[in-house]
């Protein structure tokens, strides 16, 4: 079945670091991926869609400047934390949907999830 | 989307048959029934979907009624590893966007 692997699974930084993290789709293409945190106890919140060769759509409230998302290819979406705080540790997860799509109502899929922790 | 709702939390005991519900009374013509399960610190994993007719694959069953108002994931046999929080979402085919709910917490009970 469809895989969307993320990296790195789990990292740990210093406040006012910048961090990266990968989504790769690994036996299909994905022109859409989208983005999520989730805190504990709480439910997956999407923050933004990923759209490649163009820019994120981000949901409301959310900071474009804060979170930056870059969708280069067909297999790739990186979500840079920018100056991360203690507040931005959180889970973050990443889904994509294969592209084109060969049946409408084919289900997304998700990564297994960064964990962030901001010292 | 349709919203959907459903309980906070249910057990199950090892074994035996898990029968979730999910209410979505708004659903529209066009509007799939999705079911996804997190495992706790794992991303999502898609269950099953539906439109009108019920369906079953290697995981489920998911049964959805006449007048599509509502529906039942049901996990035949469960075991510890189904120990999981459910989520029914509701959205057309051409909606890219997953949005979740707070969903079932399923504790299955050796």
């Known amino acids: 079945g469809a895989v969307v692997s993320q990296h790195p699974s789990r990292v740990i930084c210093k406040s006012g670091t910048s961090v990266k993290i990968e989504c790769r789709s690994l036996?299909?293409?994905?022109?859409?991926m989208f983005w999520y945190r989730q805190f504990p106890k709480q439910s997956l919140m999407l923050m933004a869609t990923?759209?490649?060769?163009?820019?994120?759509?981000?949901e409301q409230g959310v900071e474009k400047d804060k979170f930056l998302i870059n969708h280069a290819s067909l297999t790739l979406s990186t979500l840079t934390v920018t100056s991360a705080h203690p507040e931005d540790s959180s889970f973050y997860i990443c889904?994509?949907?294969?592209?084109?799509?060969?049946?409408?109502?084919?289900?997304?899929?998700f990564g297994d999830g960064t964990r962030l922790s901001i010292l | 989307d349709a919203k959907t709702t459903q309980p906070p939390s249910m057990d199950c005991a090892e074994g035996r048959a898990a029968n979730l519900p999910c209410n979505h009374s708004?659903?529209?013509?066009?509007?799939?029934v999705y079911w996804y399960r997190q495992i706790h610190s794992q991303g999502p994993q898609y269950i099953i979907h539906?439109?009108?007719n019920n369906e079953t694959n290697e995981m489920a069953s998911l049964i959805i009624t006449e007048d599509r108002k509502s529906s039942t994931l049901i996990l035949p046999h469960a075991t510890l590893r189904d120990t999981a929080v459910y989520y029914c979402?509701?959205?057309?085919?051409?909606?890219?966007?997953?949005?979740f709910g707070p969903g079932t917490s399923l504790s299955v009970i050796p």
């Open positions: 889904s994509a949907r294969e592209s084109p799509v060969r049946l409408s109502n084919q289900p997304q899929h």
């Open positions: 036996d299909f293409q994905a022109t859409t």
């Open positions: 990923s759209n490649e060769g163009s820019k994120a759509t981000y």
């Open positions: 708004t659903i529209s013509g066009n509007e799939y």
């Open positions: 539906g439109l009108k």
């Open positions: 979402i509701v959205r057309t085919a051409s909606y890219d966007k997953v949005i």
